[in-house]
């Protein structure tokens, strides 16, 4: 029988000053594109380590091999920045976010992570691999493909730690890109391991 795969986040939960910013524009980005995501249990604001794809009788171990590299880190010890806003671009819309500067010690973190979750990622899966899809085939490639290659366009050097807040037009992002961003400081809660769902959320706690 072949093994069912899932679309993980290994990731991290910012704090409260953190979550507080991430709901303002939540909520200016739903009232530009009301079928956007509202951040609930099914769409939790975080950092991604690492999204990656896994057979569904190997995530136990993924899991604690993941887990004991973030405990290692000791994540509840680092104060980081946001700095600014960014968004990914999707077909016609994009996933807007707040990003912080990369750390030295955000880039050793995710490194432990990968290096320890690389013996249990499979390279790809379909849509099913999520908690729902799109209802539409190019956004379901788009996150695939994202999945497919996070830890070659999305790690090391290119680790952009951000906290997506949600969707709207490419237009209207490029015109919030524009506008001051009044810098702030943030902690980190937890970390977590979830299930990927629609634009790349954490939709479904696993651990």
């Known amino acids: ?21 991430a709901e303002r524009n939540n909520a200016r980005l739903r ?8 951040l609930d249990e099914a769409h939790r604001p975080h950092i991604t380590l690492l999204q990656c794809f896994v057979a569904e009788e190997n995530l136990t171990q993924l899991c604690e091999v993941t887990a004991a590299a ?15 806003c960014y968004f990914a671009p999707g077909p016609g819309a994009g ?29 790809t899966a379909t849509i099913d691999a999520f908690t729902e899809g799109h209802g539409n085939a190019d956004f ?16 090391g050097a290119h680790f952009n730690p951000h906290v997506s807040t949600g969707i709207a037009p490419t237009a209207y992002l490029e015109e919030m890109l524009a506008e001051p961003f009044q810098a702030f400081e943030y902690g980190l809660a937890s970390a977590a391991i979830y299930q990927l769902g629609p634009f790349g959320t ?4 696993i651990q």
């Not at 509840?76 to 946001?82: E, G, K, P, T």
């Not at 954490?202 to 706690?205: K, Q």
Request: hydrophobic share 55%.
């Open 140 to 155: 379901d490639a788009a996150l695939i493909r994202y999945v497919e290659t996070f830890i070659a366009q999305q790690a």
């Open 95 to 123: 996933v807007a976010g707040i990003c912080s500067p990369l750390t030295a010690e955000l880039e050793s973190v995710q490194s432990a992570v990968i290096a320890a979750a690389r013996p249990f990622i499979v390279p």
């Open 202 to 205: 954490a939709a479904r706690l």
């Open 70 to 84: 973030i405990r290692a880190a000791a994540i509840a010890d680092l104060q980081l920045q946001a700095d600014r």
């Open 1 to 21: 029988m072949t093994s069912r795969i899932l679309a993980v986040d290994v990731l991290l939960e910012p704090d409260e000053r953190m979550l507080e910013q």
């Open 31 to 38: 009232e530009v594109f009301p079928d956007g995501f509202a």
